[in-house]
């Protein structure tokens, strides 16, 4: 809460790992690696990818890259391309063509959007609240520009939901003016 310039943190929750790359990692884990798997050959595609010293650890950071695009592409768009080439375990060079629905996108994250759901619920209950106790609901990340997240939450609370900061920059306003109401204190010069 603010009032008269002063902010005052009534109560806090969440998940400091939950964010946007677990719903680049849904798109590989749940879309991109099943396919991929019927496309060529592969011995234990996933661990290849994601271990350090894996064989397509190269590959991995190109996918994310790519279920980054195509995740922002799915904001505002029915399908999103997802395009790539691999050399398989036999040799074989395959080019992938892949493209991802907005609604099988959304069956992806949709734990990820019930995890925010239940953490909302968390801090409402344990502070004795209702849900009808809440004015409005401000998104703060680049994931709440989904249309997904957003109707979830106007769905399930029935409250405004605030997108008149840029989701992008409204952490770094708050981390700002939670910065300048801070005391400032003078460390003690020792030197002689």
């Known amino acids: 809460a603010i009032a008269d310039g002063e902010l005052k943190i009534v109560a806090h929750e969440g998940d400091n790992y939950l964010g946007g790359t677990d719903f680049d990692n849904a798109i590989i884990d749940g879309f991109i690696i099943p396919n991929l798997e019927h496309k060529g050959t592969f011995a234990n595609l996933e661990t290849e990818l994601k271990k350090a010293s894996g064989k397509y650890n190269r590959l991995y950071y190109k996918l994310l890259f790519l279920a980054e695009e195509a995740k922002k592409v799915l904001t505002n768009s029915a399908v999103a391309e997802i395009e790539f080439e ?63 997240v957003r109707n979830t939450l106007n769905t399930k609370y029935g409250v405004e939901i605030n997108t008149s900061l840029d989701p992008t920059t409204a952490v770094v306003i708050g981390a700002a003016y939670y910065a300048g109401l801070k005391r400032k204190s003078k460390k003690e010069n020792n030197s002689t």
Request: proline residues 3%.
């Open 86 to 148: 691999v050399t398989d375990d036999s040799g074989e060079e395959i080019e992938v063509f892949l493209e991802l629905s907005k609604d099988e996108f959304e069956k992806l994250i949709e734990p990820y959007i019930e995890k925010t759901i239940k953490l909302i619920d968390l801090i409402i209950s344990r502070n004795k609240l209702s849900k009808e106790d809440l004015k409005c609901i401000l998104l703060i990340g680049g994931s709440t520009y989904m249309p997904l």
